[in-house]
């Protein structure tokens, strides 16, 4: 029995530069190179990142409380800007909980020689 075409393919445009392609993300890997080395995705993927990991050490030791609100939390993160991280005031290896109220925005530098020391 011979083999039959495949025909449905879906069509959609490229999100870097609108060429329709039938590949579901790119239609080439320039464009898939052009929109990964971009700074605003560079800053998307930094961003996941810290919030992941302030995440995963806040759970690692136990900070976080049952009532935190979450949404404030990835919102804070969000809204930092460029130059900037957020900071736990307490440091969670400190016992410091991983709450809205316990969060602040340092320089890189700051926030880099400040470590986790108490007194800053």
Known sequence: MPRRA????????CPQCGTLTNNPKF???????????????????QDSRNEANAKYRATK??????????????????????????????????GGLHHIDNLQYLTIKENRSKSNKLEY
């Open 27 to 45: 239609c080439s890997r320039n464009c898939q190179n052009a929109h990964t080395n971009s700074p605003e995705r560079k800053r998307q993927i």
């Open 61 to 94: 030791y136990t900070q976080t409380p049952q009532n935190v609100d979450r949404k404030a939390i990835q919102q804070f993160y969000a809204n930092c800007l460029k130059g900037y991280e957020v900071d736990h005031i307490v440091t969670i290896s400190k």
């Open 6 to 13: 495949k025909t449905s393919a879906k069509w959609h445009n």
